[in-house]
């Protein structure tokens, strides 16, 4: 029924020596899986506003030996609210996040400002309410609203993902 990080990360194709940032990573689930999908080389650098997420997540990481997490107290729905520098991400996750967010053109924005040249974003979210499961129906951010959304950005389509019976995904690249 939710979306599985290990599955989503691994359609991804991350490399070794990466850097990649989560936006609104919360507890940290896929932080973690692109950590090991990293080989301890690179670096994730997990961004969220709930100080109390981070702190778990840090903790977490460090019990599981993953020492390649950075944990980052910021605002994704602001320009340079991330604290990243411009063109220094190789990927931004952006998963069962955007439901949340008031402004989703801020985020895609400074998303497009930390991605390097050629970047990707992986983008899932809910596909519907399923009656209570996922957010609330006036909430979900559609399929067809994340391709528009990303694309009137200078994003491209790459690839489609299989995220889960109730969630879509996919990959945008920067142009």
């Not at 599955?7 to 991350?14: A, D, L, W």
């Not at 490399?15 to 692109?34: H, K």
């Not at 998303?111 to 040249?117: E, G, I, Q």
């Amino acid at each position: 029924m939710f979306s599985d990080p290990i599955k989503i990360v691994e359609q991804c194709g991350i490399q070794a020596g990466q850097e990649i940032a989560e936006f609104g990573s919360g507890s940290g689930l896929y932080s973690m899986q692109v950590s090991k999908a990293l080989m301890s080389s690179g670096r994730v650098y997990a961004v969220d506003v709930q100080k109390d997420l981070l702190a778990k997540l840090k903790n977490e990481s460090v019990k599981q030996g993953l020492y390649n997490i950075e944990v980052i107290w910021g605002n994704i729905e602001k320009l340079g609210g991330t604290k990243l520098r411009d063109s220094s991400m190789d990927f931004v996750f952006l998963c069962n996040v955007l439901f949340q967010i008031d402004d989703k053109d801020v985020t895609i924005k400074e998303a497009k400002r930390v991605l390097k040249p050629a970047g990707r974003v992986v983008c899932v979210d809910w596909t519907d309410s399923f009656g209570g499961i996922g957010p609330a129906p006036q909430h979900v951010f559609s399929k067809l609203s994340a391709e528009e959304s990303f694309q009137k950005h200078g994003f491209h389509k790459e690839k489609e993902m299989q995220a889960g019976s109730h969630h879509y995904g996919f990959i945008f690249k920067k142009m």
